[in-house]
C-alpha cells in the first residue's frame, strides 16, 4: 500500500513539473518572443479560456488582445520570479517591462489551469510600479 502511495505522489509531482514546464514555455513565447499564435497552437487547448475583470475572453479574443500588446510594446519582456504548482495548477509569479515612461514594471501572478498538458485557463492578478514622478495606476 505504501508503495502504491508512494508512486501517486511521484506522478502528482511529474505533472506539476510538466504542467510548470508547458506554462513556462508559453509565457516565453507569448511574451518574451511575441510570438502569440505560435505561443497557442503549441500549448493552448482548445477550451481556452481568459479571466479577465474587465470581461472573459475566449481563445481568439485572447489571441487578438495578445497580438496588440505585443505590437503596442514590442521592446516588452517578462522575468519569472517564482513558480508554484500543484497537479493541473501552475502560478507563475513575474515582472513585466512594457517600457513605458510612467510604469517601469508590471508585478504579476498568472495562474493557469491545463488539462492533458495543455493550458484551458488563466487568471492574472497585476500591479503596475511606477517609475520615479510616475503614478501607479496608470492602465495598461
Known amino acids: 500500500m505504501a508503495g502504491c502511495a508512494g508512486s501517486t505522489a511521484l506522478l502528482r509531482q511529474e505533472l506539476?513539473?510538466?504542467n510548470t514546464q508547458t506554462v513556462l514555455a508559453f509565457e516565453e513565447t507569448v511574451y518574451n518572443k511575441h510570438e502569440v499564435q505560435e505561443g497557442f497552437e503549441h500549448y493552448v487547448g482548445?477550451?481556452?479560456?481568459?479571466?479577465?475583470v474587465a470581461s472573459a475572453q475566449s481563445k481568439d479574443a485572447a489571441m487578438r488582445a495578445l497580438t496588440q500588446m505585443v505590437?503596442?510594446?514590442p521592446n516588452s519582456h517578462l522575468t519569472v520570479r517564482r513558480t508554484i504548482a500543484q497537479g493541473n495548477m501552475v502560478a507563475v509569479q513575474?515582472?513585466?517591462?512594457?517600457e513605458?515612461?510612467?510604469v517601469?514594471?508590471?508585478e504579476r501572478v498568472d495562474i493557469y489551469r491545463l488539462e492533458n498538458?495543455?493550458?484551458v485557463e488563466r487568471w492574472e492578478v497585476a500591479q503596475n510600479t511606477p517609475t520615479a514622478g510616475g503614478s501607479s495606476s496608470t492602465p495598461l
Open 94 to 98: 513575474l515582472q513585466w517591462s512594457p
Open 117 to 119: 498538458g495543455r493550458i
Open 71 to 73: 505590437g503596442r510594446f
Open 100 to 102: 513605458l515612461q510612467q
Open 46 to 52: 482548445t477550451t481556452y479560456q481568459q479571466h479577465d
Open 104 to 106: 517601469s514594471s508590471v
Open 16 to 18: 506539476a513539473k510538466s
